[in-house]
Nanobody
Framework: QVQLVESGGGLVQAGGSLRLSCAYS????????MGWFRRARGKEREFVAA????????YYADSVKGRFTVSRDNAKSTVYLQMNSLKPEDTAVYYC????????????????WGRGTQVTVSS
């Protein structure tokens, strides 16, 4: 059974940094693209970032470009989201997801999902 477990969320002041981690249970997911999404209270879930499994190509939402970095360590079966220069509008539950797609990851309906981790940015 595929499991994605996010960690690293918490409370941080505006301008601060956090690194989210997503550990996945199956080594087969090393051949899956990984994405990060978020849902703020009262809003729709939105794409944040993704990394393609075969090419390492990264995708970012315009709102996080230059501040967030997605990466993965296949040896550790973990994907990361480094978040710098955090803003109060980054406050949300952040979800990790996996899919076999390689292209157009910012428009892909991902197959597997984690349960999320809360990120709160205070002003």
């Amino acid at each position: 059974q595929v499991q994605l477990v996010e960690s690293g969320g918490g409370l941080v002041q505006a301008g601060g940094s956090l690194r989210l981690s997503c550990a996945y249970s199956e080594r087969t997911l090393n051949n899956y693209s990984m994405g990060w999404f978020r849902r703020a209270r009262g809003k729709e879930r939105e794409f944040v970032a993704a990394i393609a499994w075969s090419t390492g190509t990264t995708y970012y939402a315009d709102s996080v470009k230059g501040r967030f970095t997605v990466s993965r360590d296949n040896a550790k079966s973990t994907v990361y989201l480094q978040m710098n220069s955090l803003k109060p509008e980054d406050t949300a539950v952040y979800y990790c997801a996996a899919d076999r797609a390689v292209f157009y990851l910012d428009r892909t309906e991902f197959e597997y999902w984690g349960r999320g981790t809360q990120v709160t940015v205070s002003s």
